[in-house]
């Protein structure tokens, strides 16, 4: 077989030539959503800043004729970037020849952008995603369009034209997706393991955690006639207890014949992933299984490894790991487990596995999910007594981590709780919790570098041992502190206009939240002329931390400031966080006509901040320095009683 031909190309040089890119029916049509959009956005934001060229990753295409390629692997990252052309360069956009087998309607969308066609379940994707990145890029900043166009690098593969391409393709669509790096590390580990009730225990629970989108112990089977099962004998009989000891429970995983099994790579891609997903029959069981992680596995294994070897001392962003550095990047997932497993220790692979298990367990009780967008929950799983036709059988229902059937009736089986209906302590500490939960995760949304969650998760792993039990004050004192030692880190950048972070902007809505009546009377609201007097901007039940609130804006604007105002423009008082596309549109208007449109139209208003600034009648110098004051003077007490906190 002849070799790959392997080129390097920017973003200007793939499209300004005379190659066509063809999508093939048997690949997925384009599913790239705004989460991935953005993180790919903020990726390049990224090594923008830091001047280095950015390595998309592969094209692997296979030559129909001279120009024509068939694209097997990175249609998803092409798509993309042949959306954002569009943006950046019409020129480049239009040079840029890639279209879809088969599928019209995204062949139309992608080619015809901006030109109104409406979208259907085939281009859907591709026409919100354009809308996005027409608000997101800003293309008044030349220097980070021609960033992506020159800087932006793709290694297009060619396989060989005598590939056996039916075999190929055989390989791939049994699996259904490519091979991922965290399989490679699996096979590697499961190798050095010593027999085959080892490598089937390790590989089960590897398998139940890598699905971050389902809840751990629903993984692992479960039948209402037979309480003898592997969930019950993994976790105990309500499902509150963690293993702490691979040897102790490598036998529940003994498969029945014995017969040795591959953990070749091979054997992974040859593997149906579907074998070890198979669906409880049980209704109840599966209703609520699902949700939306905010972390994807790669990642939250490097989360997960980093706590293990309780590498405190070494910076998280860094990018040039030698042999114990852990730096929560997946891009050196493969490198890093190497470096750290190299020596073939099988206690501490199976020490590993174990934590691994602890941690996803802690992470499916403690930390926030969604079930839509911003819909945030916190829910833990209780087991349930439900009689049918005489006959009683039991499963595991959503319930909140931190309400009254977790806390006081863990042990109560028999009657099932509505979520909504707790006692008013329970319902605010658990709400408070999400609270702090949602504004570090919208504040820090990319997958990698999750600072925040890595401490959340190192104070879990330290907290709760065997039984799974977490008082809810203990968890607001510590997330608070961490709050409060993210804002100091970052204080000094209060007043830098959008370049003040936008973690500072959500750390004061949460206090304000918190204590909203301290700060904000709607009966003190100034309302424009002929305006409805009870109209409320923004309540504190309405309120909650969005992943589209990610623009900072100056309420007094720029494109209207005056000498009376030039210097106090980017001062923290006239500054708020809203979303991209109420920046889009509010931007170039006074402040008087951001009061009318938001009182007169049916705009929520984003942030608590801005309400208390939308209720201002007038807004001037004198305003925005005396907000400004207010606003830091939140900030400063909230630190002054967190240190007070910390000497108790």
């Known amino acids: 077989m002849k070799m790959s031909l392997v080129g390097k190309f920017n973003i200007k040089s793939l499209a300004n030539n005379q190659d066509k890119y063809i999508i093939p029916i048997y690949q997925r049509n384009y599913a790239w959503g705004i989460d991935e959009v953005e993180l790919l956005i903020s990726d390049l934001e990224e090594a923008k800043n830091k001047n280095s060229n950015y390595y998309v990753g592969g094209l692997i295409v296979y030559r129909r004729d001279k120009y024509t390629f068939e694209v097997i692997d990175g249609q998803q990252r092409l798509t993309t970037f042949k959306i954002l052309l569009k943006i950046i360069d019409e020129e480049l956009f239009d040079s840029l020849d890639l279209n879809f087998d088969c599928r019209k309607h995204s062949t139309e969308a992608l080619n015809h952008l901006g030109s109104g066609i409406k979208n259907n379940s085939e281009n859907s994707h591709i026409i919100h995603n354009y809308e996005f990145m027409k608000s997101r890029i800003d293309k008044k900043k030349v220097d980070f369009l021609n960033f992506i166009k020159e800087k932006v690098i793709i290694i297009r593969t060619e396989i ?35 027999n085959e009730n080892e490598r089937s225990a390790f590989a089960a629970i590897w398998d139940a955690c890598s699905d971050m989108d389902v809840y751990l112990i629903k993984k692992f089977s479960y039948s209402s006639d037979n309480e003898n099962n592997i969930r019950t004998k993994l976790f105990g009989d309500l499902c509150n207890h963690i293993p702490t000891n691979f040897d102790s429970i490598k036998d529940i995983f003994r498969k029945e014949g014995g017969g040795s099994e591959e953990n070749t790579i091979l054997a992974l891609l040859k593997r149906n992933l579907g074998d070890n997903n198979k669906k409880d029959s049980n209704a ?18 490097m989360i997960a490894l980093k706590i293990f070897f309780n590498n405190d001392e070494i910076s998280l962003n860094d990018k040039y790991l030698i042999k114990t550095e852990i730096s929560l990047n997946d891009k050196y997932l493969i490198k890093t487990f190497k470096d750290c497993f190299e020596d073939g220790d099988k206690s501490k692979i199976k020490n590993f596995i174990i934590f691994l298990l602890k941690i996803r367990v802690l992470f499916d009780r403690y930390i926030i999910k969604s079930k839509e967008d911003d819909d945030w929950v916190l829910y833990a799983l209780k087991k349930y007594k439900r009689n049918n036709k005489g006959k009683d059988y039991f499963y595991f229902g959503e319930v909140n981590s931190f309400g009254k059937a977790i806390l006081d009736d863990i042990a109560t089986i028999t009657e099932e709780v509505d979520n909504n209906v707790e006692t008013d302590k329970y319902k605010e500490e658990h709400k408070k919790i999400i609270m702090l939960l949602s504004m570090f995760h919208v504040s820090f949304r990319q997958k990698i570098y999750k600072e925040w969650l890595y401490e959340v998760l190192k104070f879990l792993s330290n907290k709760v041992n065997i039984d799974v039990n977490l008082r809810p004050d203990e968890y607001i004192n510590f997330l608070e502190k961490l709050a409060s030692k993210f804002f100091y880190a970052r204080k000094k950048l209060l007043d830098c206009g959008t370049g003040t972070p936008n973690y500072i902007f959500n750390y004061l809505d949460y206090l304000l939240w918190r204590d909203l009546s301290l700060y904000y009377n709607t009966n003190n609201i100034h309302y424009p002329p002929n305006l409805n007097s009870d109209k409320i901007i923004l309540s504190k039940e309405g309120f909650s931390f969005s992943m589209a609130r990610n623009s900072v804006e100056h309420y007094y604007p720029r494109s209207r400031q005056d000498n009376n105002v030039e210097n106090d423009i980017d001062n923290f008082g006239n500054l708020c966080l809203i979303s991209h596309y109420q920046n889009s549109s509010l931007n170039a208007k006074s402040t008087e006509g951001k009061r009318a449109q938001y009182f ?12 208390i600034m939308l209720s201002k009648s007038t807004w001037d110098i004198e305003t925005i320095n005396e907000h400004g004051k207010e606003m830091k003077s939140i900030l400063e007490k909230e ?3 967190v240190n007070y906190l910390d000497k108790d």
């Open 160 to 194: 060989p034209e005598d590939t056996d391409l039916n075999h190929y393709f055989e390989i791939m669509n049994n699996r259904g997706e490519q091979l991922e790096q965290h399989e490679i590390i699996k096979a590697n580990l499961m190798e050095k393991l010593s």
């Open 284 to 301: 109840d069981e599966n209703r609520g299984a699902t949700f939306k992680s905010i972390i994807d596995f790669p990642n939250f294994l």
């Open 600 to 611: 007169s139209e049916d705009i929520t208003c984003a942030s608590l901040k801005q309400a």
């Open 639 to 641: 630190t002054e009683r």
